[in-house]
């Protein structure tokens, strides 16, 4: 069965700083890895999505991520943080024929310190 | 205007009540689904309904029971509120014939408190 694994539950970093938010998955066939937003009060947003295209995956707002299978991971980068970056992010995985199910990680909190 | 919607988007009930959480959607999805969502927990799925006959439980559906009244609307329901249902819910519908990416559209959650 597929699960993914977000390492750190609260990341801080200041205004204009790297942001790096790190997911790694387990299945056993190529999966369909998310990237979602979450923004005080409000649903989810989809950031980015692989779906076995390009590994380097661009999304809104200046995020992307890469796709390595070698290390299992997806994570999620952005080079200069901005206030506005401040959200819960969520890494998600779904197989081709798993139904349109998809499974979430736990999240990771950004905080954007000015 | 948003394409998925939930009602209440707030609720705080008593312990023993039943709660019904509605979700309508414009976007002309067949497929829906209900989540909750847990601090340090993600999302976890409750239900799923790939179409108004078809009906299947998620991960965690013991004492939960929805309703799929028409394509646009689902329904889900505590029919024994317990503290332990505190939580966010969120409603999200994906389109069938883009199953090869399976990307899920959301509600803006019901934040739901059982006392």
């Known amino acids: 069965a597929q699960s993914v694994t977000q390492l750190g539950s609260h990341v801080s970093v200041s205004e204009g700083a790297l942001v790096l938010l790190r997911c790694n998955y387990s299945s056993s066939v190529p999966p369909y890895l998310f990237w979602y937003v979450q923004y005080p009060n409000q649903g989810l947003q989809l950031l980015l999505k692989?779906?076995?295209?390009?590994?380097l995956v661009k999304g809104i707002n200046g995020f992307e991520a890469e796709f390595k299978k070698s290390e299992t991971s997806f994570h999620l980068t952005k080079p200069s943080a901005h206030m506005s970056d401040a959200a819960e992010y969520f890494c998600a995985v779904t197989l081709y024929s798993s139904a349109s199910k998809i499974i979430f990680g736990s999240g990771t909190r950004l905080s954007i310190r000015p | 205007d948003a394409d998925v919607t939930q009602t209440p988007r707030n609720r705080i009930t008593k312990t023993g009540k039943r709660i019904m959480l509605e979700c309508s959607q414009t976007k002309g999805h067949d497929r829906m689904y209900w989540y909750r969502q847990d601090p340090g927990l993600g999302l976890r799925l409750i239900y799923y309904s790939f179409d108004v006959k078809d009906i299947n439980k998620g991960e965690i559906s013991d004492g939960y029971s929805v309703s799929r009244q028409a394509q646009a609307k689902f329904s889900l329901s505590l029919e024994s509120a317990i503290p332990n249902q505190t939580a966010l819910y969120f409603c999200?519908?994906?389109?069938?014939?883009?199953?090869?990416?399976?990307?899920?559209?959301f509600g803006p959650g019901t934040r739901l408190t059982v006392l």
């Open positions: 999200a519908t994906s389109d069938p014939d883009r199953l090869a990416d399976n990307e899920q559209f």
């Open positions: 692989y779906t076995s295209a390009a590994t």
